[in-house]
């Protein structure tokens, strides 16, 4: 079995895609359809409600002896409507976090005399302008590098 060509790969593709997009048109007729149903059945148990409505205000109620159940049969049966929903209790809301607010502190005035004085010299050695920098040179007592690596023997005498 040999590749595919490009054209087949290409006809492949170009197929693939015309059926995704007659399923989604196919989806969306269904939906449409659905909704239409649905809104006809809304439509139809509205009707059903207010003839019963009707009938309810033409006919007097029965003498409480002729109220005893009578057998309907099952396709004469109208659906009950469901009891209206108690409103919702409503919750308090919850109250958001704010971060209090700091009064404002005021600075206090400098004297004249601070203001004055100068600021401390600065260092001008070599040192002094590392340690401004958090930087300290190491001392040349220790070698931290080398052969010796900072032995007290030092190296071993050859043979």
């Not at 490009?6 to 659905?34: G, H, N």
């Not at 005399?113 to 190491?138: C, D, I, Y």
């Not at 900072?150 to 071993?156: I, L, M, V």
């Amino acid at each position: 079995m040999g590749k595919k060509s490009r054209r087949d790969a290409q006809k492949l593709e170009e197929e693939q895609a015309a059926l995704s997009a007659a399923k989604a048109v196919e989806a969306r007729a269904a939906k449409q359809a659905l909704r239409a149903a649905r809104a006809d059945a809304a439509k139809a148990a509205a009707a059903e409600a207010d003839v019963a409505d009707e009938v309810a205000e033409v006919v007097p109620p029965a003498a409480p002896a002729a109220r005893e159940p009578a057998a309907e049969p099952a396709a004469a049966k109208v659906v009950a409507e469901r009891p209206a929903r108690p409103a919702a209790a409503e919750k308090p809301k919850r109250a958001r976090f704010v971060r209090e607010k700091q009064e404002k502190r005021e600075k206090p005035e400098k004297p004249a005399e601070a203001a004055a004085t100068p600021p401390a010299p600065r260092n001008t050695t070599a040192a002094g302008k590392l340690m401004s920098k958090n930087v300290t040179v190491l001392p040349k007592d220790e070698r931290s590098s080398g052969p010796g690596g900072g032995r007290a023997t030092g190296p071993k005498p050859k043979r």
